[in-house]
């Protein structure tokens, strides 16, 4: 199996998206940001799509779009009385403008279902490396801010008590995730990138009690479901997004279980 190049391009690009799923999950969950996820992979699909009309690479495409949308989620939903509606109008518009860039640029239906769900044969190395190059980025900006978006993160009116910038943080973490939406869509797809970020660290929550457990075992989750969602995806030429789904709800079931017997 891994002597095919485009499955060593695909285990590579996966186990960089389970790297990043897994540590920005984390804080997703802490934020109570699941719903922003879903919508930012909406983003990503117009965005892709806008690259293909433009004749980019679709991942420039979605970074652009994610990147964009997220600041401008940041900004107006800087208030949580309008932040639902804000994300809601915003996602409302990236799924129009999807159908229509796709529409506009006469690609076949293949082009759409590969921004969906995701390509593993679509995977090149010149892909992997900037993949590689958009998650060291993402990594590094994160180890910087840990014990700043850590303490914003898990208690929120204390960050604000203490007087720390939660917009202006708000808004970088904003932008990490929107650059993991468009690192991860390239397996996964954009329509369940949502996947990843957010049910390994959910799941994490029940068997750590640590920022730093919760993190190691959401990569754990995310690294398994990556990597047997593919191997299985090769072997049954079935959808690696169908598997990588399946395994991540079996570990969050399997969660809310193992509470249940502990309670």
Request: overall charge positive; proline content about 2%.
């Amino acid at each position: 199996m891994l002597s095919y190049p485009f499955m060593q391009n695909a285990y590579m690009a996966g186990t960089l998206i389970a790297i990043i799923s897994g540590i920005m999950g984390v804080f997703v969950i802490a934020r109570n940001m699941s719903f922003l996820t879903h919508t930012l992979s909406e983003i990503g699909f117009a965005g892709a799509a806008f690259g293909i009309f433009m004749g980019w690479q679709p991942l420039n495409g979605m970074l652009l779009f994610t990147t964009i949308s997220s600041i401008g989620v940041g900004e107006l939903g800087a208030k949580s009385s309008r932040r639902e509606n804000s994300i809601t109008a915003i996602s409302a518009l990236a799924i129009g403008l999807g159908i229509l860039f796709l529409s506009l640029a006469d690609s076949n239906a293949s082009y759409a279902t590969g921004i969906l769900f995701g390509s593993v044969i679509g995977i090149s190395r010149a892909n992997v490396v900037q993949m590689m190059i958009l998650s060291i980025s993402v990594l590094v900006v994160v180890v910087v801010i840990y014990r700043y978006l850590k303490f914003d993160s898990f208690d929120p009116i204390g960050a604000q008590v203490k007087g720390l910038w939660t917009r202006t943080l708000s808004v970088i973490f904003l932008v990490l995730l929107a650059f993991s939406v468009s690192v991860a869509a390239q397996i996964v797809g954009s329509l369940l990138i949502f996947i990843l970020l957010t049910l390994p660290a959910a799941a994490a929550k029940y068997f750590a009690h640590t920022v730093g457990m919760m993190i190691s075992v959401a990569v754990a989750f995310s690294l398994v479901g990556v990597w047997l969602g593919l191997y299985l995806s090769y072997v049954t030429n079935w959808p690696v997004s169908f598997f990588i789904a399946v395994i991540e709800v079996l570990f969050y079931f399997s969660a809310l279980v193992y509470q249940r017997i502990r309670a």
